[in-house]
Each structure stands twice: as C-alpha cells, then as structure tokens.
Nanobody, 118 residues
Framework: DVQLQASGGGLVQAGGSLRLSCAAS????????IGWFRQAPGKEREALSC????????SYINSMKGRFTISTDNAENTVYLQMNSLKPEDTAVYYC???????????WGKGTQVTVSS
C-alpha cells in the first residue's frame, strides 16, 4: 500500500515561511497525483494544491496562488508545499493525499500542524 509521511509543520510568525514535505512510498504506479489539504479547527478539510505524477502539472485554489508553491522531487518521491507570507488564518493541520489513477484509490498521510502567530 501507499504510505505518506508529511512533515515540516511548526510555529511561525505571520509573514514567515514554511516548507512542508510529503514523502511517498509503496507505489510503482506513474499515473497518480499528490495533493495538499488542510483542516482548521471547526472547519471542513479544504484542498489547496495538487501535482501530477505523470506530467508534473500543478493546480491551486485561487486564494493560494502567489503564496503557496507545490513541487516534487521525483527521485525522492517527495512532494513539497512552500508556503510564504503566512497568515494566522493559515493555521491548520496540513495533510497530503495520494490519488491513484485510473482505479481512484486514495491514500492519506497523517497531518502536520502549522501554527501562525500574529
């Protein structure tokens, strides 16, 4: 089975930056996508960005464009989320998710806490 390990969260002041990592293992499939999500207390989990494992194409929700950047190191099977200009409202648990195509299997990693102080 696919396993994901998210890391890189922490406490940062508003305006600061963090880089999250999502290390994936247990797959040989090339047709997949890895996405980043977050869930703030009392709120639903929301999708932030994803990257295709086959062609490296990326997508972002509009509110993240310009502040967050997703990238991948294929040699390390690791996907990164660079987060800049962080705001207190970015405080949440951040998760990565692996989508395998075409069968649609989904795997979640354990989250990493990001706390942005004002």
């Amino acid at each position: 089975d696919v396993q994901l390990q998210a890391s890189g969260g922490g406490l940062v002041q508003a305006g600061g930056s963090l880089r999250l990592s999502c290390a994936a293992s247990g797959f040989t499939h090339e047709d997949y996508a890895i996405g980043w999500f977050r869930q703030a207390p009392g709120k639903e989990r929301e999708a932030l960005s994803c990257i295709s494992g086959s062609d490296g194409s990326t997508s972002y929700i509009n509110s993240m464009k310009g502040r967050f950047t997703i990238s991948t190191d294929n040699a390390e099977n690791t996907v990164y989320l660079q987060m800049n200009s962080l705001k207190p409202e970015d405080t949440a648990v951040y998760y990565c998710r692996f989508n395998k195509f075409p069968d649609g299997m989904v795997y979640w990693g354990k989250g990493t806490q990001v706390t942005v102080s004002s």
